[in-house]
Nanobody, 125 residues
Framework: QVQLVESGGGLVQPGGSLGLSCAAS????????MGWYRQALGKQRELVAI???????NYADSVKGRFTISRDNAKNTVYLQMNSLKPEDTAVYYC???????????????????WGQGTQVTVSS
């Protein structure tokens, strides 16, 4: 089993910034990709950004140029720095880890996936 603990959510004004973190523990030896998904009220969960152990990244078009994903392998932690936040970024953000590979520009999962508990991000004036 893998356990994920998220932190860093909150309320910010449009144009503001917020940083999220997610620490993994447990059976993490086979973990390759770490990333973030989000789910807005009444919507499906969608990809925000992912990063592999080798540093390859993929971002949703809606967050490119505004969000940055990074990881500290020694701490088994993935981060999401969110800048220039918009009201449409409001959602519950979930950390996700798993294994797989990129096929073209798409990451294909080939093993178990694990999810964090979610943290609320609200962008409002």
């Amino acid at each position: 089993q893998v356990q994920l603990v998220e932190s860093g959510g909150g309320l910010v004004q449009p144009g503001g910034s917020l940083g999220l973190s997610c620490a993994a523990s447990g059976n993490i030896f086979s973990i390759d990709v770490m990333g973030w998904y989000r789910q807005a009220l009444g919507k499906q969960r969608e990809l925000v950004a992912i990063i592999t152990g080798g540093g390859s990244t993929n971002y949703a078009d809606s967050v490119k140029g505004r969000f940055t994903i990074s990881r500290d392998n020694a701490k088994n932690t993935v981060y999401l720095q969110m800048n220039s936040l918009k009201p449409e970024d409001t959602a519950v953000y979930y950390c996700d880890v798993g294994t797989g590979r990129f096929v073209g520009g798409t990451f294909v999962y080939t093993g178990p996936r694990y999810w964090g508990q979610g943290t609320q991000v609200t962008v409002s004036s």
